[in-house]
């Protein structure tokens, strides 16, 4: 097996030990009749797009609410192990709406959902951005193809968009907010939403048809607390 990568898998799940992976044991695993090589590679995979996904600042994020939680565990038993390597994938699963003020962790526990699915294991290809970096990518201009850039974050298998909501009201926002919702909707395709908005306020800044779709796609779980930034807490 590749030592790099098997060092990398046992690094990164040093730092969570509380998390059990999917295949704990490769050379468990390989012992059953398993590809232990081809998990390795694609345990390996998963870890190290995540961790260059997340930002620097949220890179020891782990989720803590237990209606995360939850929601990882339904992510985790929705995903299908491929034929070769065994390393569970996801297609399609459930969605989660974090509510609550600025600075109450919300991005952190997204991006801790998103660390703990790939310590576990679950192939995901995640794709993560606030709303408003996904209109400053799209936005027209010369030598931007704005519908690839859209399709890479309405096909992701798990999509992290933050900060719903937040952005200036316009024509234009709404359509694309509208179109990445609703696509990820019809085609149930898992996805977190944070938002500063209160619900009512949320579904006037957003549309009653993208604020329709979050209702039934989405799990609402608000999170309560203090502005973790002015106390110093990261």
């Known amino acids: 097996m590749n030592r790099e990568k098997l060092e990398l898998i046992r690094r990164t799940r040093s730092m969570f030990?509380?998390?059990?992976?999917?295949?704990p044991d490769f050379d468990a695993f390989t012992a059953r009749g398993g590809d232990g090589f081809?998990?390795?590679?694609d345990t390996a995979a998963i870890i190290a797009s995540t961790e260059k996904l997340i930002p620097p600042r949220y890179q020891k994020a782990d989720a803590t609410d237990e209606r995360v939680l939850g929601w990882v565990d339904k992510?985790?038993?929705?995903?299908?192990?491929?034929?070769l390597s065994h390393v569970p994938y996801l297609r399609s699963g459930p969605s989660l709406l974090l509510l609550?003020?600025?600075?109450?962790?919300k991005t952190h526990q997204a991006?801790?959902?998103?660390?703990?699915l790939s310590i576990i294991g679950i192939g995901c290809a995640p794709v993560a951005a606030s709303i408003t970096d996904v209109f400053a990518k799209m936005r027209p201009r010369p030598g931007i193809d704005s519908e690839a850039i859209f399709r890479s974050y309405a096909n992701a298998p798990l999509a992290f968009i933050d900060d719903l909501g937040a952005a200036k009201a316009t024509e234009w926002n709404e359509e694309v907010t509208y179109r990445l919702v609703n696509f990820r909707y019809e085609h149930r395709l898992s996805t977190i939403f944070t938002s500063n908005a209160p619900p009512k306020v949320l579904?006037?800044?957003v549309g009653e048809r993208v604020a329709s779709r979050?209702?039934?796609?989405?799990r609402r779980v608000p999170i309560k607390g203090v502005d973790r930034r002015l106390g110093g807490i990261t």
């Open 17 to 23: 030990g509380h998390i059990t992976p999917f295949i």
């Open 38 to 41: 081809a998990a390795v590679q």
């Open 75 to 83: 992510v985790v038993s929705q995903a299908k192990p491929s034929r």
């Open 100 to 105: 609550g003020p600025t600075g109450v962790g």
């Open 111 to 116: 991006y801790g959902a998103l660390r703990r």
């Open 203 to 205: 579904a006037n800044r």
């Open 214 to 218: 979050l209702t039934e796609m989405a």
